[in-house]
């Protein structure tokens, strides 16, 4: 498919018809390197579980030895680690940056900290409910990647609702569609839904305008994904701006030129 004088690949194709595409990652040594930076924070952070257990069993099993009272706290301490470290935060970026400058070009900036879901079976606590992410103000020219530690299926993993059949339930709410509380909401978007599969190995890149969420899991395997926001560095920003939310990760010469211009002596407006 193209639009005006530019082709778009195969992952972007797909990102403009069902608003996600899921691709293999390539770098496959730098999303093994995240793992294991995940897997040594958490064991840092919750003691238990066998030291010769491997990294993808460690985090399916997490449930059988991690403490539910504890658990938040543990999320928390290893998103302020691993999540804000330069070196975890780059090697995330590498795992997607071949598809990311498919869709969003080559100047991009990384929302600051990569966070962490930890779903252990038949918790109901931290439900995610269904929502766009464009309703909370993040751009609608983000694009979100979200990348699964372990495999995923069924409801050890999110659904999601592609692009055009969320569209016409997105007008239904723009023409006044009242409901009640979000499980009326479900029920009403809920044949339209898929769950994502992916295998270890593979990112899917979002955008925030779908309605997705995520079920009480209901296999026997802790759900452990990693998000983080991407964007163009120019595009507009919604309510997550550069330097609070985003940072700029990938720039050229005359960006680096411009921006230094204007952190130093203004911004140039017309
Ligand atoms: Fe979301």
């Known amino acids: 498919m193209t639009t005006g004088w530019t082709r778009w690949s195969e992952c972007g194709t797909a990102f403009v018809n069902a608003g996600f595409c899921k691709v293999p990652i390539g770098a496959r040594d730098e999303l093994d390197s995240v793992r294991r930076a995940y897997v040594s924070g958490l064991r840092a952070a919750m003691p238990g579980g066998d030291p010769g257990m491997d990294d ?36 995330v970026f590498r795992t997607v940056a071949p598809y990311l400058e498919q869709l969003i070009g080559p100047e991009i900036a990384m929302q ?39 495999s995923v299926f ?23 569609l009242k409901l009640a509380n979000a499980e009326e ?26 309605l997705h969420g995520a079920l009480e899991n209901k296999t026997d395997e802790t759900r ?26 990938n720039y050229l010469p005359a960006s680096e030129l411009g921006l230094a211009y204007e952190s130093k002596f203004g911004v140039v407006s017309g």
């Open 56 to 91: 993808a069993t460690y985090l399916n099993r997490f449930h059988e030895f991690a403490d539910p009272a504890k658990l938040n706290d543990a999320r928390v301490r290893v998103i302020q680690e691993q999540g804000q470290s330069e070196a975890v935060r780059r090697a």
């Open 112 to 150: 600051r900290h990569v966070n962490l879901v930890i779903h252990p079976p038949n918790d109901t606590a931290n439900l995610l409910y269904l929502h766009t992410d464009a309703w909370s103000g993040c751009s609608p020219y983000e694009v979100i990647a979200w990348i699964p530690l372990v």
């Open 154 to 176: 069924g409801t050890k993993s999110m659904y999601l609702c592609p692009r055009e059949k969320g569209e016409k339930h997105l007008e239904e709410f723009k023409r006044g």
């Open 185 to 210: 909401l479900f029920a009403r978007v809920q044949p339209d839904v898929q769950p994502v599969v992916a295998d270890y190995g593979e990112a899917l890149l979002f955008s925030p305008t779908l």
């Open 224 to 249: 452990t994904i990693l998000n983080v926001r991407f964007k163009a560095l120019f595009s507009p920003y919604g309510t997550k701006a550069l330097g609070e939310t985003f940072l700029p990760v």
